[in-house]
Nanobody
């Protein structure tokens, strides 16, 4: 059974940096794609970024230049480095895994999900 655990969320001020981690257990991590999504209160779950099994990265426009997704296959972990955060980045951040190695912007493309970590950005 594949399990994902997010960590690194918290309360920060606008302009600060934060790094989220997603540690994956079970399955074959090196062949797994991982995506980050976020869900603000009362909103739908939105795509943020993903990294494929081969290391290709994709970002949604509103985080380009501010967020960086990376993976460490030795640690079975994917990171989301969040720089210059804004109050509108406040949300619960989820990571998700696609066992076929390809990411995507649609939550339905992912097979496994973590429980989420809260990020709150104050102005």
């Amino acid at each position: 059974q594949v399990q994902l655990v997010e960590s690194g969320g918290g309360l920060v001020q606008a302009g600060d940096s934060l790094r989220l981690s997603c540690t994956v257990s079970g399955g074959t991590f090196s062949s797994t794609a991982v995506g980050w999504f976020r869900q603000a209160r009362g909103e739908e779950r939105d795509f943020v970024a993903d990294v494929t099994w081969s290391g290709f990265r994709h970002y949604v426009d509103f985080v380009k230049g501010r967020f960086i997704i990376s993976r460490d296959n030795a640690k079975n972990t994917v990171y989301l480095q969040m720089n210059s955060v804004k109050p509108e980045d406040t949300a619960v951040y989820f990571c998700a895994a696609n066992r076929w190695g390809q990411g995507g912007r649609n939550p339905n493309q992912y097979h496994y999900w973590g429980q989420g970590t809260q990020v709150t950005v104050s102005s």
